[in-house]
């Protein structure tokens, strides 16, 4: 957790905000992998640093929900 909290400082300094919440939310969904539960608390992190820098929410429905999680595992490799 130590980890997280210093690479979501880190993200919110150098990346997007779009960009930097997408990184939060991996990062959390990675720590341990659970299918509902971690997948919940990402998306609120995710939200409330999107909410913090003036954007709307991201809502990630749950059809399309898997595809996004291969997404963030399929880009995020070369971070």
Do not use: T, W
Request: aromatic share 6%.
């Amino acid at each position: 957790m130590e980890k997280l909290v210093a690479n979501v400082k880190r993200f919110r300094q150098e990346k997007h905000p779009a960009e930097s919440a997408a990184l939060a939310h991996k990062e959390f969904v990675f720590i341990h992998p659970c299918v509902d539960d971690n997948g919940r608390v990402a998306r609120l992190l995710m939200n409330l640093i999107l909410l913090q820098e003036g954007f709307e929410i991201a809502i990630i429905p749950p059809v399309v929900r898997n595809e996004y999680v291969r997404a963030l595992k399929k880009r995020m490799l070369l971070i």
